[in-house]
């Protein structure tokens, strides 16, 4: 039977954005390229490369040491660090489906989110890499708000809630402030879903606060977890599991 | 082959200037010894990382460093998309050129240079898998599906840069065969300008654009 809910809150990394695009070939190549310098295209991976030994992951690098990617990798080298970030976001995808399904769920009237566990201190809209991948990809039309441990921008005036700083997906504390929230809109949690990829972060902590859960396995299959109370890998077949509540 | 003692460099005036061969870094010797002038240098790593396959075969690695312990060691599995763009030359062997950058979404070719231009336009021809690989033909010489576009079409593409390419000088108040007597320095910043303009970038090799830039020039002057 369909889950019936009034708001759908979307993770962000490797669920509505998926990075299967942003090779490093692709990133450096042409941040090297615009810069007039191919030939350090090789050295340059090579560089970026051992930085992700050093933090373990390309996300690590991106959320809190970026300055290395401009010192290290680039060689401090100027105009560098504006053109990576608008390759960086050039070449992320949308999550399969994405854009349809949104469209489909506002079209009926349901209110959408973004949660996601954002680091980096908020700025205006599209200085951060939630609202600008929004931005460029014309999603902001879809969704009322971002929610991060940041703050909460709503996306119609850029302004930003501070109840929710601080607070985290992992420990549960976003959902928490987010179920007092959707109250005051007259949204109980129990008309609510949450859709994401990570169990640790967007499943089991949603599903303690009685969230309904949906497990997005489009780029990582964590595998199975009893607190999701579904499985998709394309954002389309939730248009068969969820539907709006009167 | 015997030890190189001094690097001779010859001018067309009959001066030469040398150095002794042992002030030469290991990155030009390496290069020198590439072009079979010498000897590879023999270098002293600080400490040697020595790799044994499962059939016994062995591959040595020097590192310049004296504190090193293993942090992890992985593979990656994936689909590579790469293009082979191999190109007749009149040679004995096609020159072949290698496209790492979204190989299926390049959508034609321009080939020029003085004696004139051909252009190409590619789609998918024909899919064939072997094993793990599969090859998708996008031109293909032999096919006639695959021809040569007419002139009319390389005509109009390269049209369409010189006026670019003239745009670009008016903009600098400049006329092409001022910017080709220019100095080397002078020439490159305003070859930056001008690739900016026409949204080209090189490849490989960014004097691969000023060379580009100075065959426009040349049409634009004639």
Redesign the interface.
């Known amino acids: 039977m369909a889950m019936e809910v009034k708001w759908i809150g979307f993770d962000f990394g490797q669920c509505m954005m998926d990075p299967t695009g942003m090779r490093n ?2 990133v450096i ?2 941040v090297c ?2 810069l ?4 350090l295209i090789d050295a340059r991976i090579h560089k970026y490369r051992v930085l992700k ?1 050093k933090y373990g992951n390309y996300s690590a690098i991106k959320e809190g040491h970026r300055d290395e990617i401009m010192s290290y990798v680039f060689d401090n080298k100027d105009g560098a660090g504006e053109i990576f970030s608008r390759k960086e976001q050039e070449h992320l995808l949308m999550g399969k489906g994405l854009e349809e399904t949104l469209r489909y769920f506002t079209d009926q009237g349901m209110r959408l989110s973004v949660v996601a566990e954002l680091k980096k201190t908020l700025g205006p809209m599209g200085t951060d890499i939630v609202t600008s991948f929004l931005v460029s990809k014309g999603l902001t039309k879809y969704f009322d708000d971002v929610v991060t441990p940041q703050g909460k921008v709503d996306l119609k005036d850029g302004s930003i809630d501070l109840r929710y700083k601080g607070k985290t997906k992992e420990a549960g504390t976003i959902y928490d402030e987010l179920a007092l929230d959707l109250k005051a809109k007259g949204i109980d949690v129990s008309e609510a879903a949450m859709i994401g990829d990570k169990l640790k972060t967007d499943i089991s902590p949603a599903k303690k606060r009685g969230f309904k859960t949906i497990q997005y396995t489009g780029y990582i299959d964590m595998g199975r977890c009893e607190d999701a109370d579904e499985k998709i890998s394309d954002f389309r077949e939730m248009k068969k599991i969820v539907n709006k509540k009167p | 082959m015997s030890i190189p003692l001094r690097l001779v460099v010859e001018f067309n005036d009959g001066s030469q200037r040398a150095i002794d061969f042992s002030k030469v870094n290991v990155q030009i010797q390496e290069s020198l010894a590439a072009l079979g002038l010498c000897p590879p240098p023999i270098t002293d790593s600080k400490s040697y990382l020595l790799l044994r396959w499962k059939n016994g075969w062995q591959e040595i690695v020097g590192l310049d460093k004296t504190q090193v312990e293993l942090l992890r060691y992985y593979t990656i599995e994936r689909t590579e998309e790469i293009g082979r763009m191999s190109l007749e030359t009149g040679e004995a062997y096609p020159a072949l050129l290698l496209v790492k950058r979204l190989p299926m979404l390049v959508e034609s070719a321009l080939l020029t240079n003085d004696a004139g231009s051909a252009m190409y336009t590619f789609s998918e021809r024909t899919t064939t898998t072997e094993g793990g690989k599969t090859e998708k033909i996008l031109y293909d010489k032999k096919d006639p599906e695959s021809a040569v576009e007419d002139n009319g079409k390389a005509n109009s593409w390269i049209l369409e840069l010189i006026n670019s390419v003239k745009a670009e000088l008016d903009k600098e108040g400049l006329i092409a065969e001022k910017l080709l007597s220019m100095g080397p320095d002078e020439k490159t910043t305003v070859y930056a300008d001008i690739s900016k303009a026409l949204g080209i970038r090189a490849m490989e090799r960014q004097e691969d654009i000023n060379g580009f830039i100075e065959l426009m020039l040349r049409r634009i002057k004639v």
Do not use: I, R, T, V
């Open positions: 070939y692709l190549g042409d390229k615009e007039g310098e191919p030939e030994e």
